[in-house]
């Protein structure tokens, strides 16, 4: 029971559920630049690279041979470079985005340290204290 207990205490800590909430935003994230890739940027890209779509070039290694009546059809082996070109475009766009991401944050916490804290206002007096402040006063107004 004593590690179900301590399992239970690690995966409700903060820094897990901190964890995991940024692993699902990082997925999403991640399908967000995915398509600002494949739908924005490549398309420009490849007219302007003469009508090229990256996801298609590749190299035949061994051709495919078609389905006839004795034997069944065999894909042929590719070499998939431009899926590669696109992996690697996209983890640029995603690096690049978090490095803008994690630089505003440092900001915004360099702000907040330079921030004067405000003064904490002095504590009420105490009835003691002004019975005190009365007395002093009074002594005042008699030597006068």
Do not use: H
């Not at 029971?1 to 800590?13: G, P, Q, R, S, V």
């Not at 600002?36 to 041979?65: C, H, Q, R, Y």
């Not at 998939?80 to 630089?103: P, S, T």
């Not at 007096?125 to 005042?140: S, V, W």
């Amino acid at each position: 029971m004593a590690f179900i207990k301590e399992f239970k205490e690690f995966a409700l800590k903060g820094n897990v559920m901190d964890m995991a909430v940024g692993v699902i935003i990082g997925g999403a994230f991640g399908k967000i630049v995915t398509s600002l890739v494949n739908d924005i940027l490549m398309p420009p890209i490849g007219v302007m690279l003469g009508n090229t779509d990256f996801s298609n070039l590749n190299v035949v290694l061994k051709e495919g041979v078609e389905a006839t009546d004795t034997t069944p059809a065999v894909a042929a082996v590719t070499w998939n470079y431009g899926a590669f070109i696109q992996q690697c475009i996209d983890f640029l766009i995603l690096a690049f985005c978090v490095f803008l991401m994690v630089k505003m944050m440092n900001k915004l916490v360099k702000k907040q340290e330079a921030a004067p804290a405000p003064a904490p206002e002095p504590p009420a007096p105490t009835k003691d204290q002004e019975l005190l402040t009365e007395i002093r006063d009074l002594l005042k107004e008699q030597k006068r």
